[in-house]
């Protein structure tokens, strides 16, 4: 199957899980590991990957929409969508605090709290106890 075309791309490796998003321009698209993968943000037409890679937090920026960036992660069972501007790696989660109203999210190696949305708590509950 060409996978040329596809708007991101799951590399089996042995030690890790590779994945590659494509950007909305051509040409433009970066590999990361989903282990690595702290959080995803959405800021106006560009999205920042927030990464975690030997104890150090960088940031790889593209042009796409978070819900692309969502599709691309579809069905992975660690990913989740918890604001219209966020998507977090469940793994990477050091604390929840707040209700069903609203919980805020304590990451890995990040000093901001993540929102997680009245209308994204029942699915994020769902995920996280299943990871948990």
Do not use: C, W
Not at 97 to 106: V, W
Request: zero cysteines; hydrophobic letters at 35%.
């Amino acid at each position: 199957m060409d996978t040329t075309n596809l708007p991101a791309t799951l590399i089996q490796d042995p030690n890790k899980e590779i994945i590659q998003i494509k950007s909305r321009l051509k040409g433009e698209a970066f590999t990361l590991h989903l282990s690595d993968l702290i959080y995803i943000e959405s800021e106006g037409n560009y999205i920042v990957f927030h990464l975690s890679q030997n104890g150090l937090t960088r940031k790889e920026t593209i042009r796409n929409s978070i819900s692309e960036v969502e599709q691309m992660l579809d069905g992975l069972p660690f990913i989740v969508r918890t604001h219209r501007a966020f998507i977090v790696n469940i793994n990477k989660i050091n604390k929840r605090s707040g209700n069903s109203s609203g919980y805020r999210l304590q990451l890995d190696g990040v000093a901001e709290q993540i929102p997680v949305s009245r209308s994204n708590a029942e699915k994020f509950d769902r995920l996280y106890s299943a990871m948990r």
